[in-house]
Protein backbone atom coordinates (compact mmCIF):
# COMPACT_ATOMS: atom_id res chain seq x y z
CA UNK A 1 0.00 0.00 0.00
CA UNK A 2 1.13 3.92 -0.69
CA UNK A 3 2.35 5.26 2.07
CA UNK A 4 0.25 7.76 3.31
CA UNK A 5 1.72 11.32 3.95
CA UNK A 6 0.25 14.69 4.95
CA UNK A 7 2.29 18.19 4.92
CA UNK A 8 3.13 19.89 8.29
CA UNK A 9 3.85 23.58 7.25
CA UNK A 10 5.22 22.31 3.78
CA UNK A 11 7.42 19.48 5.22
CA UNK A 12 5.89 16.14 4.19
CA UNK A 13 5.42 13.65 7.04
CA UNK A 14 4.61 9.80 6.79
CA UNK A 15 1.68 8.84 9.06
CA UNK A 16 -0.35 5.50 9.51
CA UNK A 17 -4.24 5.00 8.81
CA UNK A 18 -6.22 5.82 12.01
CA UNK A 19 -3.70 8.68 13.12
CA UNK A 20 -4.77 12.18 14.26
CA UNK A 21 -3.04 14.89 13.18
CA UNK A 22 -1.91 15.43 16.62
CA UNK A 23 -0.13 11.58 16.74
CA UNK A 24 1.28 12.08 13.35
CA UNK A 25 3.24 15.24 14.25
CA UNK A 26 4.23 13.81 17.47
CA UNK A 27 5.47 10.80 15.81
CA UNK A 28 7.52 13.33 13.41
CA UNK A 29 8.90 15.48 16.07
CA UNK A 30 6.84 18.14 15.34
CA UNK A 31 5.53 20.50 18.35
CA UNK A 32 1.50 21.71 18.58
CA UNK A 33 0.80 23.24 21.19
CA UNK A 34 -1.88 21.33 23.58
CA UNK A 35 -2.94 21.27 26.74
CA UNK A 36 -6.19 19.09 26.95
CA UNK A 37 -4.51 16.52 25.18
CA UNK A 38 -2.41 13.17 26.52
CA UNK A 39 -1.56 10.25 24.72
CA UNK A 40 -2.69 8.00 27.55
CA UNK A 41 -6.52 9.51 27.18
CA UNK A 42 -9.36 9.75 24.95
CA UNK A 43 -9.09 12.98 23.16
CA UNK A 44 -11.88 15.55 23.70
CA UNK A 45 -10.76 19.06 21.46
CA UNK A 46 -11.61 21.09 24.31
CA UNK A 47 -9.01 23.81 24.73
CA UNK A 48 -7.90 24.75 21.30
CA UNK A 49 -4.43 24.92 21.89
CA UNK A 50 -3.82 22.69 19.09
CA UNK A 51 -5.42 24.31 16.22
CA UNK A 52 -4.49 23.94 13.47
CA UNK A 53 -5.01 25.30 9.66
CA UNK A 54 -6.18 21.98 7.63
CA UNK A 55 -6.93 22.17 3.81
CA UNK A 56 -7.69 25.83 4.58
CA UNK A 57 -10.39 25.28 7.74
CA UNK A 58 -9.34 25.98 11.36
CA UNK A 59 -9.59 22.48 13.05
CA UNK A 60 -8.54 20.90 16.46
CA UNK A 61 -5.58 18.64 15.82
CA UNK A 62 -5.85 16.57 18.54
CA UNK A 63 -9.57 15.02 17.43
CA UNK A 64 -8.90 15.90 13.71
CA UNK A 65 -8.10 12.31 11.81
CA UNK A 66 -4.81 12.84 9.29
CA UNK A 67 -5.63 12.50 5.59
CA UNK A 68 -3.26 12.27 2.99
CA UNK A 69 -2.61 14.63 1.29
CA UNK A 70 -3.72 17.14 4.11
CA UNK A 71 -1.80 20.56 3.88
CA UNK A 72 -1.52 21.32 7.86
CA UNK A 73 -0.21 24.66 8.88
CA UNK A 74 0.86 24.79 12.41
CA UNK A 75 3.80 26.87 13.56
CA UNK A 76 2.69 30.47 11.89
CA UNK A 77 2.66 33.62 13.52
CA UNK A 78 -1.77 33.52 12.63
CA UNK A 79 -2.00 30.05 14.62
CA UNK A 80 0.65 31.30 17.12
CA UNK A 81 -0.80 34.76 17.90
CA UNK A 82 -4.73 33.08 18.22
CA UNK A 83 -2.97 30.04 20.35
CA UNK A 84 -1.13 33.19 22.73
CA UNK A 85 -4.77 35.32 23.11
CA UNK A 86 -6.14 31.82 24.32
CA UNK A 87 -3.73 31.32 26.87
CA UNK A 88 -3.94 34.91 27.99
CA UNK A 89 -8.42 34.09 28.46
CA UNK A 90 -6.80 31.52 30.57
CA UNK A 91 -4.45 32.74 32.61
CA UNK A 92 -7.13 35.71 33.53
CA UNK A 93 -10.00 33.39 33.65
CA UNK A 94 -8.62 31.74 37.05
CA UNK A 95 -5.70 33.15 39.79
CA UNK A 96 -2.07 32.23 38.18
CA UNK A 97 0.36 33.22 40.52
CA UNK A 98 3.26 31.23 39.90
CA UNK A 99 5.86 32.14 42.64
CA UNK A 100 3.91 30.50 44.85
CA UNK A 101 2.68 27.85 42.86
CA UNK A 102 4.03 24.29 43.77
CA UNK A 103 3.52 23.14 39.86
CA UNK A 104 5.72 26.49 38.33
CA UNK A 105 8.39 25.10 36.71
CA UNK A 106 6.61 21.55 35.82
CA UNK A 107 3.51 23.32 34.34
CA UNK A 108 2.41 23.03 30.66
CA UNK A 109 0.01 26.07 30.83
CA UNK A 110 3.38 28.10 32.30
CA UNK A 111 5.79 25.90 29.95
CA UNK A 112 2.96 26.99 26.64
CA UNK A 113 3.13 30.97 27.71
CA UNK A 114 7.24 30.95 27.69
CA UNK A 115 7.08 29.15 24.02
CA UNK A 116 4.44 31.23 22.35
CA UNK A 117 6.43 34.48 24.03
CA UNK A 118 3.11 35.56 26.64
CA UNK A 119 4.26 38.69 28.25
CA UNK A 120 1.30 39.89 29.82
CA UNK A 121 -2.11 38.38 30.89
CA UNK A 122 -3.47 41.35 28.30
CA UNK A 123 -6.88 41.13 29.46
CA UNK A 124 -8.36 42.50 32.69
CA UNK A 125 -8.21 39.62 35.47
CA UNK A 126 -11.10 38.22 36.40
CA UNK A 127 -9.51 37.27 39.95
CA UNK A 128 -12.34 35.01 41.01
CA UNK A 129 -13.10 33.49 44.33
CA UNK A 130 -12.71 30.20 44.28
CA UNK A 131 -11.71 27.99 47.72
CA UNK A 132 -9.45 25.20 47.91
CA UNK A 133 -10.40 22.45 48.91
CA UNK A 134 -7.61 20.43 51.25
CA UNK A 135 -9.72 17.97 53.20
CA UNK A 136 -8.22 15.03 51.44
CA UNK A 137 -5.39 13.60 53.60
CA UNK A 138 -2.92 13.10 50.84
CA UNK A 139 -3.78 15.98 48.08
CA UNK A 140 -4.70 19.34 47.97
CA UNK A 141 -7.00 20.48 45.39
CA UNK A 142 -6.65 24.19 43.66
CA UNK A 143 -9.32 25.20 41.73
CA UNK A 144 -8.00 28.96 41.36
CA UNK A 145 -5.82 27.27 38.17
CA UNK A 146 -8.18 24.97 37.02
CA UNK A 147 -8.36 25.33 33.20
CA UNK A 148 -11.47 22.31 32.44
CA UNK A 149 -9.35 20.21 30.49
CA UNK A 150 -11.13 17.79 31.55
CA UNK A 151 -8.37 15.57 32.11
CA UNK A 152 -9.08 14.73 35.50
CA UNK A 153 -12.46 13.53 34.86
CA UNK A 154 -11.52 11.07 31.83
CA UNK A 155 -8.83 9.56 34.12
CA UNK A 156 -10.99 9.17 36.94
CA UNK A 157 -13.88 7.76 34.59
CA UNK A 158 -12.95 5.80 31.77
CA UNK A 159 -9.31 4.51 33.41
CA UNK A 160 -9.56 4.02 37.78
CA UNK A 161 -13.53 3.27 37.14
CA UNK A 162 -14.11 6.03 40.23
CA UNK A 163 -16.30 9.13 38.48
CA UNK A 164 -14.01 11.53 41.31
CA UNK A 165 -14.71 14.18 39.31
CA UNK A 166 -16.69 16.06 36.67
CA UNK A 167 -17.40 19.74 35.46
CA UNK A 168 -20.45 21.38 36.10
CA UNK A 169 -22.51 24.87 35.11
CA UNK A 170 -22.04 26.62 31.45
CA UNK A 171 -19.89 29.38 30.05
CA UNK A 172 -17.96 31.42 32.82
CA UNK A 173 -19.77 29.17 35.53
CA UNK A 174 -18.41 26.25 34.49
CA UNK A 175 -16.45 24.69 37.31
CA UNK A 176 -14.75 21.58 38.46
CA UNK A 177 -16.76 19.45 41.18
CA UNK A 178 -16.01 16.35 43.10
CA UNK A 179 -18.46 13.49 43.25
CA UNK A 180 -18.87 12.79 46.92
CA UNK A 181 -22.05 14.02 49.00
CA UNK A 182 -20.18 17.03 50.17
CA UNK A 183 -18.44 17.90 47.64
CA UNK A 184 -15.16 17.65 49.17
CA UNK A 185 -12.60 15.19 48.00
CA UNK A 186 -12.05 13.70 51.16
CA UNK A 187 -14.83 12.03 51.65
CA UNK A 188 -14.13 10.23 47.69
CA UNK A 189 -12.37 7.22 47.13
CA UNK A 190 -9.96 8.93 45.30
CA UNK A 191 -6.06 8.27 45.95
CA UNK A 192 -2.78 9.11 45.30
CA UNK A 193 -2.47 5.39 43.31
CA UNK A 194 -5.18 6.98 40.72
CA UNK A 195 -4.38 8.07 37.30
CA UNK A 196 -6.70 10.85 37.91
CA UNK A 197 -3.82 12.15 40.60
CA UNK A 198 -1.45 12.26 38.21
CA UNK A 199 -2.25 13.92 35.12
CA UNK A 200 -3.62 17.52 36.03
CA UNK A 201 -1.35 20.13 33.63
CA UNK A 202 -1.38 22.76 35.45
CA UNK A 203 -1.27 23.33 39.17
CA UNK A 204 -4.64 21.79 40.44
CA UNK A 205 -4.19 18.50 42.09
CA UNK A 206 -1.33 18.42 43.75
CA UNK A 207 0.23 15.99 46.46
CA UNK A 208 0.68 17.41 49.78
CA UNK A 209 4.18 17.48 51.41
CA UNK A 210 6.09 17.57 48.22
CA UNK A 211 5.87 20.93 47.18
CA UNK A 212 8.91 22.51 45.81
CA UNK A 213 10.89 19.76 45.59
CA UNK A 214 12.46 20.23 42.71
CA UNK A 215 15.35 23.42 42.80
CA UNK A 216 14.62 26.43 39.99
CA UNK A 217 16.91 26.11 37.69
CA UNK A 218 16.22 22.02 37.23
CA UNK A 219 12.43 21.67 37.09
CA UNK A 220 11.33 20.56 33.78
CA UNK A 221 10.66 23.17 31.42
CA UNK A 222 13.36 24.87 33.15
CA UNK A 223 15.63 22.40 31.44
CA UNK A 224 14.53 22.47 28.23
CA UNK A 225 11.43 24.61 26.23
CA UNK A 226 8.48 22.38 25.85
CA UNK A 227 8.58 22.59 22.25
CA UNK A 228 11.69 20.62 22.41
CA UNK A 229 10.14 17.88 24.43
CA UNK A 230 7.98 16.01 21.82
CA UNK A 231 9.32 12.89 22.26
CA UNK A 232 8.53 12.63 26.26
CA UNK A 233 5.10 14.38 25.86
CA UNK A 234 4.29 11.58 23.29
CA UNK A 235 5.33 8.57 24.73
CA UNK A 236 4.24 10.19 28.40
CA UNK A 237 2.28 8.04 30.81
CA UNK A 238 0.58 9.35 33.84
CA UNK A 239 2.14 7.81 36.97
CA UNK A 240 3.81 8.64 40.48
CA UNK A 241 7.42 9.15 38.35
CA UNK A 242 5.40 12.18 36.76
CA UNK A 243 6.05 14.88 38.72
CA UNK B 1 37.03 72.20 10.05
CA UNK B 2 37.62 70.18 12.95
CA UNK B 3 33.73 70.34 14.90
CA UNK B 4 33.65 67.45 17.23
CA UNK B 5 31.26 65.03 17.12
CA UNK B 6 28.45 65.30 19.74
CA UNK B 7 28.10 62.65 21.77
CA UNK B 8 24.54 61.15 21.47
CA UNK B 9 22.39 62.35 24.17
CA UNK B 10 22.12 60.81 26.94
CA UNK B 11 18.28 58.26 26.93
CA UNK B 12 16.18 59.87 30.60
CA UNK B 13 15.43 56.21 32.56
CA UNK B 14 12.60 56.91 35.29
CA UNK B 15 11.87 53.77 37.79
CA UNK B 16 9.36 53.55 40.60
CA UNK B 17 8.34 50.86 42.89
CA UNK B 18 4.25 51.02 43.23
CA UNK B 19 2.65 48.22 45.12
CA UNK B 20 6.05 45.76 44.94
CA UNK B 21 8.59 44.94 47.31
CA UNK B 22 11.30 46.55 45.63
CA UNK B 23 12.64 43.06 44.46
CA UNK B 24 12.88 44.00 41.03
CA UNK B 25 14.85 47.37 41.64
CA UNK B 26 17.55 45.01 43.53
CA UNK B 27 17.08 42.95 40.68
CA UNK B 28 17.84 45.35 38.22
CA UNK B 29 21.03 46.40 40.86
CA UNK B 30 22.20 43.02 39.88
CA UNK B 31 22.96 43.61 36.39
CA UNK B 32 26.42 44.44 38.36
CA UNK B 33 29.38 46.46 36.49
CA UNK B 34 27.25 46.53 33.48
CA UNK B 35 25.47 49.30 35.49
CA UNK B 36 28.69 51.36 34.47
CA UNK B 37 28.53 50.84 30.58
CA UNK B 38 24.81 51.20 31.23
CA UNK B 39 25.06 55.17 32.92
CA UNK B 40 27.49 55.99 29.74
CA UNK B 41 23.90 55.23 27.70
CA UNK B 42 21.29 56.71 30.05
CA UNK B 43 20.65 59.13 32.78
CA UNK B 44 18.25 58.55 35.88
CA UNK B 45 15.70 60.61 36.21
CA UNK B 46 12.67 59.75 39.49
CA UNK B 47 14.04 56.98 40.62
CA UNK B 48 14.85 55.33 44.36
CA UNK B 49 18.22 55.67 43.24
CA UNK B 50 18.15 59.67 42.69
CA UNK B 51 15.29 60.40 45.34
CA UNK B 52 13.97 62.92 42.69
CA UNK B 53 10.56 63.67 43.43
CA UNK B 54 8.54 63.92 40.62
CA UNK B 55 8.86 62.36 36.95
CA UNK B 56 10.33 64.95 34.42
CA UNK B 57 10.17 64.61 30.00
CA UNK B 58 11.48 60.86 29.81
CA UNK B 59 12.08 58.78 27.01
CA UNK B 60 11.91 55.21 29.17
CA UNK B 61 9.81 54.40 32.11
CA UNK B 62 10.26 51.44 34.57
CA UNK B 63 7.32 50.40 36.83
CA UNK B 64 7.59 47.53 39.70
CA UNK B 65 4.36 47.20 41.28
CA UNK B 66 0.72 46.73 40.38
CA UNK B 67 -1.89 49.39 41.87
CA UNK B 68 -3.08 48.81 45.54
CA UNK B 69 -4.24 52.50 46.70
CA UNK B 70 -4.81 55.85 44.70
CA UNK B 71 -1.10 57.34 45.25
CA UNK B 72 -0.28 54.12 43.00
CA UNK B 73 -2.64 55.31 40.22
CA UNK B 74 -1.53 58.88 40.24
CA UNK B 75 2.10 58.33 40.60
CA UNK B 76 1.50 55.87 37.54
CA UNK B 77 -0.22 58.26 35.22
CA UNK B 78 2.70 60.82 36.30
CA UNK B 79 4.93 58.40 34.66
CA UNK B 80 2.73 57.36 31.42
CA UNK B 81 2.25 61.40 30.73
CA UNK B 82 6.32 61.97 30.43
CA UNK B 83 7.88 58.71 30.04
CA UNK B 84 7.48 58.09 25.59
CA UNK B 85 8.31 54.42 26.52
CA UNK B 86 6.15 52.52 29.87
CA UNK B 87 7.60 49.17 30.57
CA UNK B 88 5.63 46.91 33.24
CA UNK B 89 8.71 45.19 35.46
CA UNK B 90 7.87 42.03 37.66
CA UNK B 91 4.73 40.22 38.16
CA UNK B 92 3.00 42.34 40.20
CA UNK B 93 3.07 45.33 37.46
CA UNK B 94 1.94 42.63 34.88
CA UNK B 95 -0.58 40.76 36.88
CA UNK B 96 -1.17 42.02 40.36
CA UNK B 97 1.00 39.84 42.04
CA UNK B 98 1.48 38.83 45.47
CA UNK B 99 -0.46 42.01 46.80
CA UNK B 100 -3.54 40.93 44.55
CA UNK B 101 -3.58 37.84 46.52
CA UNK B 102 -6.06 39.48 48.83
CA UNK B 103 -8.57 40.01 46.16
CA UNK B 104 -10.86 37.22 46.68
CA UNK B 105 -11.11 38.96 50.89
CA UNK B 106 -13.38 41.88 51.51
CA UNK B 107 -11.11 44.99 52.20
CA UNK B 108 -12.88 46.02 55.46
CA UNK B 109 -12.33 42.54 57.06
CA UNK B 110 -8.59 42.53 55.80
CA UNK B 111 -7.91 45.66 57.25
CA UNK B 112 -10.13 44.75 60.32
CA UNK B 113 -7.99 41.58 60.79
CA UNK B 114 -4.65 42.97 60.41
CA UNK B 115 -5.22 46.11 62.75
CA UNK B 116 -8.55 45.09 64.98
CA UNK B 117 -9.13 41.09 65.42
CA UNK B 118 -5.60 39.43 65.02
CA UNK B 119 -4.45 37.65 68.35
CA UNK B 120 -2.08 39.21 70.31
CA UNK B 121 -2.77 42.85 69.11
CA UNK B 122 -4.19 44.97 72.22
CA UNK B 123 -5.90 48.81 71.12
CA UNK B 124 -4.87 48.61 67.56
CA UNK B 125 -7.17 50.58 65.20
CA UNK B 126 -7.43 50.71 61.08
CA UNK B 127 -4.52 53.49 60.25
CA UNK B 128 -6.41 56.86 59.16
CA UNK B 129 -4.59 59.09 59.35
CA UNK B 130 -5.61 61.71 56.05
CA UNK B 131 -2.30 62.00 54.63
CA UNK B 132 -2.15 58.21 53.87
CA UNK B 133 -3.67 57.01 50.28
CA UNK B 134 -6.67 55.33 50.46
CA UNK B 135 -6.55 51.58 49.67
CA UNK B 136 -8.06 50.52 46.00
CA UNK B 137 -11.03 47.42 46.83
CA UNK B 138 -8.29 45.29 44.57
CA UNK B 139 -5.28 45.07 43.41
CA UNK B 140 -4.77 45.60 39.85
CA UNK B 141 -1.98 44.97 36.74
CA UNK B 142 -0.81 48.34 35.56
CA UNK B 143 -1.91 47.68 32.22
CA UNK B 144 -5.54 47.66 33.45
CA UNK B 145 -5.14 51.54 33.90
CA UNK B 146 -2.61 53.22 31.43
CA UNK B 147 -1.34 51.91 27.95
CA UNK B 148 1.98 49.63 28.76
CA UNK B 149 4.34 49.29 25.88
CA UNK B 150 6.36 46.46 27.40
CA UNK B 151 6.42 43.80 29.63
CA UNK B 152 9.05 42.00 31.35
CA UNK B 153 7.43 39.12 33.77
CA UNK B 154 9.30 37.41 36.39
CA UNK B 155 8.95 37.45 40.54
CA UNK B 156 11.51 39.31 40.18
CA UNK B 157 12.98 38.90 36.47
CA UNK B 158 16.68 38.17 36.79
CA UNK B 159 19.12 40.74 36.36
CA UNK B 160 20.24 39.26 32.92
CA UNK B 161 16.48 39.30 31.47
CA UNK B 162 16.75 42.99 32.68
CA UNK B 163 20.07 43.64 31.22
CA UNK B 164 18.64 42.23 27.55
CA UNK B 165 15.39 43.91 27.57
CA UNK B 166 17.05 47.11 27.88
CA UNK B 167 20.10 47.09 25.94
CA UNK B 168 17.59 45.56 23.08
CA UNK B 169 15.51 48.48 23.90
CA UNK B 170 18.19 51.06 23.71
CA UNK B 171 20.21 49.62 20.75
CA UNK B 172 16.98 50.09 18.84
CA UNK B 173 15.90 46.16 18.51
CA UNK B 174 12.20 44.64 19.56
CA UNK B 175 13.30 43.71 23.03
CA UNK B 176 12.91 39.62 23.11
CA UNK B 177 13.39 37.36 26.16
CA UNK B 178 13.51 33.65 25.37
CA UNK B 179 14.44 30.75 26.97
CA UNK B 180 15.52 30.58 29.76
CA UNK B 181 15.22 34.09 30.71
CA UNK B 182 11.88 34.10 30.17
CA UNK B 183 10.21 32.64 33.69
CA UNK B 184 6.87 33.85 35.47
CA UNK B 185 8.13 32.84 38.90
S1 LIG C 1 -0.84 26.36 37.32
FE1 LIG C 1 0.89 26.90 36.04
S2 LIG C 1 0.36 28.89 35.17
FE2 LIG C 1 -1.00 28.54 36.92
S3 LIG C 1 0.03 29.49 38.68
FE3 LIG C 1 0.69 27.33 38.63
S4 LIG C 1 2.60 27.39 37.43
FE4 LIG C 1 1.54 29.30 37.04
S1 LIG D 1 -8.13 19.79 37.78
FE1 LIG D 1 -6.46 19.78 36.32
S2 LIG D 1 -6.84 17.94 35.11
FE2 LIG D 1 -8.76 18.44 36.14
S3 LIG D 1 -9.90 19.72 34.69
FE3 LIG D 1 -8.79 21.10 36.07
S4 LIG D 1 -6.89 21.52 34.98
FE4 LIG D 1 -7.76 19.70 34.02
S1 LIG E 1 -5.12 19.72 22.83
FE1 LIG E 1 -6.50 19.72 21.17
S2 LIG E 1 -8.14 20.89 21.86
FE2 LIG E 1 -6.87 20.70 23.64
Redesign the interface.
Given at each position: MKQQTLLFDGLPVPFEEGQTIMEAAMAADIFIPHLCHHPEFKPQGSCKLCTVKASGRYVSACTMPAKDGMEVENNSPDLNDKRRTMLQML?VEG???????EK??NCML?AL??EL?M????F??F????PVDASHPEVLLDFNRCILCELCVRASRDVDGKHVFALSGRGLKKHLIVNSESGRLGDTDFSMADKAAHVCPVGVILEKRKGFAMP?GKRRY?V??IGMQVERLANRSASEEEV | MNAAVPAPRKLRLATTSLAGCFGCHMSFLDIDERLLDLVDLIEFDRSPLTDIKHCGPCDIGLIEGGLCNAENIHVLREFRRNCKVLIAMGACAVNGGLPAQRNHIDLGQCLQEVYLTQPGLVGGQVPNDPELPLPLDKVHPIHEVVRIDYFIPGCPPSGDAIWKFLTDLLKGRTPRLGHPLLHFD
Open positions: FNHFCPSCSGQAYELTPHPQFPNRIDDP | -
